[in-house]
């Protein structure tokens, strides 16, 4: 006489993952990877300012023209905000959820202190909350242009120029470019954990992207103010 | 009142649930026989089941999925934790997966002439037969068994049995199988049907008019005594190899739950077989608390040595070939060191009293692999034994690739226990003892893989299809509650038995007398015994429990968590208990099994059973009564117990005498 | 060997509790740690002091009891059990600091001892195969491929200990949970109830009070029966893919 152990919930997919631990880990691990995705197209695009001025002018323009005449003017641009904006949002309350839940599960701290986790992945979380306030300045320093007092609408090379001729400005900038690298160094791999794409005979290959890609990141990104400051970029 | 020893023959203990007529049929003509409980009235039915291990785990599942309800009881953090656990080397089924000429009834006939011609036909046939399906439950449970490459199971041989019929995961075979009772225990509790309650300690049975109703349990956490009722009490605590101090039993472990059903009445039986191992590592001091257990596997290509001259303090490898003394293959030609359990460890033992023994203390002996290593190469004795041979370096620091093992027999296993009849019923109605907690199925000496498959077939088969019988004939108790006097007078029993020995406060710790107490049980009472050391043992025992009851310190309350309040009142019950070991082992003046007396042996030192005059199991009835304050009680010397004996026969197997010259 | 020991005392679950020093002398390098503990309670039992309160059983490092977070490692230094380290790990002098398992899930009952029942309770939603007595088919009527019944025995191999909880920043059971998860989904036997075997039991493991994994694998360096990090990433996927499909 077995009896029934379980009540007969059907919870929804979303309900499901957004209610666990598991579930809230892949809503961190999915958006993260559609903002790391977004970001290696960012960076690259960056690149373009070595080829000068009109060459970057010209691609930042284009960039509000994608999918014309299909879609309206700027449109793609706004729904790729809208799309990174649903990732951040995503990302930031299940790690700030999370947070609050990993904290509350160990209340009382050993005594005895020893570290062995990697730099990268006990800095998960201040990392984030670095990047989310450097987000934060980018947007208001070269989108919206409200904290760039030497901006101009429209001339995104200046713009950034500007951006990099000040102390603070390069000083921000290349603090946050070293946190996102050691993010997606944990991050990326993490993500891969989470989303169970891990395997033993794999485990080295993402160990490997995941150096490659918060290297490549780093570096991309954090040439740009180096050539301002340097005079290569002016 | 009379000499402990001036014990009182009554009158012959019958089991009278075993049917008659073929060996084969027995168990089914059981099962017919015996009444059932509609489906419908066993929500009813409350059965207590004390102990999480093999027996107890699978007991407690079992009878939930038939519809019972379930108290299940266990001292451990977790039902998980039980000794079973412990069991390396695997589980005996006659399923024939091999071919190799195995059937049910090999399977009995090897256990019964295993068990030295000192258990049950009814009961060991039995067990062959379940053992079967025993297997086809764990694998349905999702047992890891070990498998071949072609997807079926695995199986090999051990303990010197000639068919491969033993199932293994790894060396951890007690273990997988105890996850997979504990999984299906886990089952009911979610689903209301059992109701769990870890740490947990039965401190005594609750007798009502004649039958058990109910326990009382200590809650070690808080330390609150209460009483839990039920129409019938499970005992599927275990062993009573801590007796020894020194054992490869776990630290907890302990015979309170027996013990205090042996004095409510429930017959003892054959006390003093017990098992010792020949392949622990050896202790490394006094501060030693367990002994560890490594397979007798090893002996298969291991070679067992001494020193031929006493005391020779020189490295084993500066000692030449000519000097070493392969004493098992120069005694035993035809098996050399493969030998049954109960010769190697005597003969180890034989060699150390000598003052041949090797080590701290000299209580070892070599087991080399010097000679396999160089026949096999290191690659392959690695592949056999890498994970003993680790299990080895971590405990001993010392390599065994380079250096030779060092081992000495420690006790391992208790094949006495409570009497039970064909049903698993003890002598108080209602209360049921299962797995090594009973005396059944292994007689005088238990062979090797078999004590899983024994509380297996108790737990998952016997009890659930006998247990019935019982209940359906005594279908409406009365109302128990904790106000009956029985119940009443059990709590103050216990409370009382508590306070005396927090009141003591003396000058020696709990484990004091039990280190003590085990030493003297190891002299007189372990591998060989002797008229004059268990005499010697009897006078000793009682003075060790007077001395235990004037000096005892324990600390702390009553009223908390308090361990060492736990061990002191288990030592209490060993010092009884200790005492009818060695009256059982005086008693029986023969060999046999694991039972040594160096007066019954043959010309060449075996051991010489003599059947026509100890052919029965001896089933002893405590001789005190239970109603004396605890401490008064328990310091003086017992009231002399009372030996009912079973008659042996034997039908199908006959008994022949062992040699292995 | 003479050591000083910090250890934490703790009357009962609500009295504060605070690390206090010991010294011990006379200890071989040949004792287990718990028998060097024993030592320290046998003095503390006869100079009048309550001893030290620790689980302990087996002391063959498989039942799973002890549980001593040894200078800030679970189980101490070696990749073991608590009862299968030797003092031989440690020096002459050394200060040793023994802590209970430190998780909200995991609530110290006394001193060392701590309360694991919430790892009985994760295995009650759904570490089974519902497979009732007497129901089971004949052994070999399924075969299981060999990868299968090897990747199920490695993860059955958990011995319940918590060292996973202890070790982790994060207080979680993940690796517990998954070791389950994957030793009954990768049979056979447990498909019929894989989706809801691994939807369930997340559940309770996060109703438990648990905290959520971070992929810092402290978990799978602490565990003394060498539960592979893997673990964790195949019940993420079997939780995504019962997700999906439902129950």
């Not at chain 2, 451990?76 to 006659?94: K, L, M, T, V």
């Not at chain 2, 079926?152 to 000639?162: A, Y």
């Not at chain 2, 020894?244 to 009445?265: D, E, I």
């Not at chain 2, 067992?304 to 490295?315: H, L």
Request: with cysteine.
């Amino acid at each position: 006489m077995a009896l029934d152990t379980r009540t007969d919930r059907r919870p929804s997919f979303t309900g499901l993952l957004w209610h666990s631990t598991v579930g809230k880990k892949t809503a961190m691990a999915v958006s993260g990877i559609v903002m790391l995705l977004y970001l290696v197209v960012h960076m690259l695009g960056n690149l373009k300012i070595f080829f000068g001025a009109a060459d970057f002018d010209a691609y930042a323009a284009w960039l509000r023209t994608i999918g014309e005449p299909f879609l309206h003017h700027e449109w793609f641009l706004w729904i790729a905000r809208v799309v990174l904006l649903a990732a951040v949002l995503t990302h930031a309350v299940a790690a700030y959820q999370l947070s609050r839940r990993d904290i509350a599960a160990r209340p009382m701290k050993y005594s005895h202190k020893r570290h062995r986790a990697s730099y990268a992945t006990r800095t998960m979380r201040w990392g984030g909350v670095i990047l989310g306030l450097f987000l934060v300045w980018h947007i208001l320093d070269l989108t919206t242009l409200t904290v760039n007092p030497r901006a101009a609408s429209g001339h995104p090379y200046a713009n950034v120029v500007a951006t990099f001729s000040t102390w603070y400005g390069n000083v921000v900038y290349i603090v946050a470019m070293l946190a996102l690298g050691l993010h997606i160094r944990h991050g990326f791999w993490s993500a891969a954990q989470t989303l169970g794409a891990n395997r033993p005979g794999r485990d080295r290959v993402l160990k490997t992207t995941a150096n490659l890609l918060a290297l490549l990141l780093t570096v991309g990104f954090v040439s740009v103010p180096v050539a301002v400051m340097t005079g290569l970029v002016s | 009142m009379t000499a402990y020893t001036d014990y009182p023959t009554g009158a012959p203990v019958v089991d009278t649930k075993a049917p008659e007529g073929p060996i084969a049929e027995r168990w089914d003509t059981r099962r017919f026989e015996a009444k059932l409980v509609n489906p419908a009235n066993r929500r009813k039915h409350t059965v207590i089941v004390v102990g999480t291990g093999l027996a107890g785990g699978a007991a407690g599942a079992t009878l939930a999925e038939q519809g019972y309800h379930v108290e299940q009881f266990c001292y451990q953090d977790s039902p998980r934790r039980a000794h079973s656990i412990a069991a390396q080397g695997g589980i005996n089924a006659a399923k024939n997966y091999r071919n190799d000429g195995d059937s049910i009834h090999r399977l009995f006939y090897d256990t019964v002439k295993g068990g030295d011609f000192r258990a049950r036909e009814s009961n060991v046939h039995r067990l062959a037969q379940i053992s079967v399906e025993i297997i086809d439950q764990c694998v349905a449970q999702g047992v890891p068994f070990a498998r071949e490459y072609g997807g079926l199971l695995d199986t090999r041989s051990f303990g010197g049995v000639q068919v491969s019929r033993t199932f293994y995961a790894r060396g951890q075979t007690g273990q997988q199988l105890l996850l997979g009772a504990y999984q299906a225990l886990s089952r009911q509790t979610a689903a209301g049907n059992v109701n769990l309650h870890a740490r947990t300690e039965m401190l005594d049975v609750i007798v009502v008019d004649g039958r058990a109703r109910g326990i009382v349990a200590r809650d070690l956490v808080t330390g609150r005594i209460d009483t839990y009722f039920a129409d019938a009490v499970v005992l599927a605590s275990g062993g009573y190899g801590n007796v020894f101090y020194l054992s490869t039993n776990a630290m907890n472990s302990n015979a309170t739950a027996v013990w205090r059903a042996h004095r409510r009445g429930a017959y003892f039986a054959n006390p003093c077989f017990t098992q010792i191992h020949p392949t622990c590592i050896p202790r490394t001091g006094d501060h030693q608390s367990k002994l560890t257990l490594m397979s007798e596997s090893l002996r298969n290509d291991g070679r067992i040595w001494v020193p031929k001259a006493k005391g020779d303090a020189r490295s084993p490898k500066d000692i030449p070939e000519d000097e070493r003394d392969y004493y098992l293959e120069r005694i035993y030609p035809a098996f050399g060191n493969l030998v049954p359990r109960d010769i190697a460890s005597r003969a180890a033992k034989n060699v150390c009293d000598e003052g041949r023994g090797v080590g701290p203390g000299g209580q070892g002996v070599y087991l080399d692999f010097a000679d396999a290593i160089a026949r096999m190469g290191k690659a392959k004795v690695e592949e056999k034994y890498g994970n003993l041979f680790d299990m080895y370096a971590r405990i001993t620091a010392e390599n065994p690739y380079e250096v030779p093992m060092r081992i000495y027999p420690a006790v391992h296993y208790t094949m006495g226990g409570l009497w039970v009849d064909y049903d698993l019923q003890t002598t108080v109605p209602g209360l049921f003892a299962i797995g090594e907690a009973n005396f059944s199925d292994h007689g005088a000496n238990r062979l090797g893989a078999s004590a899983l498959m024994q509380g297996l077939a108790d737990g998952y088969f016997v009890l659930p299809s006998t247990i019935n019988d019982y209940l359906a004939r005594n279908p409406h108790h009365d109302e128990v509650d904790a106000g009956h006097p029985a119940a009443v007078a059990a709590v103050r029993e216990t409370d009382e038995r508590l306070a005396a020995l927090l009141a003591v406060d003396g000058d020696r710790t709990p484990d004091s007398f039990h280190r003590e107490l085990g030493e003297l049980m190891w002299e007189y009472c372990g591998m060989a015994r002797t008229e004059e050391g268990l005499r010697k043992a009897l006078d000793r025992i009682p003075q060790i429990r007077e001395e235990f009851w004037r000096r005892i310190k324990v600390p702390g309350t009553g009223e908390e968590f308090n361990q060492s309040l736990e061990k002191a009142n288990r030592i209490v019950d060993y010092l009884e208990l200790a005492e009818l070991m060695c009256l059982d082992a005086l008693h029986r003046a023969e060999s046999c099994g694991g039972h040594f007396r160096e007066e019954s042996q043959t010309p060449d030192g075996e051991a010489a059973r003599h059947d026509e005059e100890f052919s029965y199991v001896a089933a002893w009835e405590h001789g005190g009564s239970g109603g004396r304050p605890p401490g008064e009680h328990s310091a003086g010397t017992g009231a002399a117990p009372t030996l009912h004996k079973e008659d042996l026969v034997f039908e199908y197997v006959h008994p022949t005498q062992r040699s292995y010259a | 060997m003479r050591l000083t020991l910090r250890v934490w005392r703790q009357q009962n679950p609500d009295a504060p509790g605070a690390m206090a020093t010991y010294d011990v002398d006379g200890i071989s390098s040949d004792m287990s740690f718990l028998e060097m503990l024993d030592t320290l309670n046998e003095k503390l039992i006869l100079a009048g002091d309550d001893p030290v309160a620790f689980d302990h059983d087996c002391r063959e490092g498989i039942c799973g009891a002890c549980s001593l977070v040894i200078n800030g490692d679970a189980h101490g230094p070696e990749r073991t059990t608590t009862c299968q380290l030797h003092m031989r790990s440690f020096k002459d002098g050394d200060t040793i600091d023994v802590e209970p398992w430190r998780a909200a899930a995991f609530p110290v009952v006394k001193d060392l001892v701590v309360d694991r029942s919430a790892f009985d309770r994760i295995i009650q939603s759904g570490g089974y195969i519902t497979a009732p007595t007497g129901a089971a088919p004949e052994a070999h009527a399924t075969a299981v491929p060999k990868p299968a019944a090897d990747t199920a025995f490695e993860h059955a191999e958990c011995i319940g200990c918590g060292a996973c909880v202890a070790a982790c920043p994060n207080g979680s059971a993940m690796l517990f949970t998954s070791a389950k998860v994957v030793h009954l989904n990768s049979l056979p036997q447990g498909a019929p109830e894989r989706e809801s075997r691994v939807l369930d039991m997340v559940g309770r493991m996060d109703a438990e009070g648990f905290g959520g994994c971070t992929n810092t694998g402290e978990c799978a360096t602490a565990c003394p029966k060498g539960i592979p990090l893997f673990s964790i990433t195949t019940m993420n996927r079997e939780f995504v893919r019962a997700a999906r499909k439902g129950r």
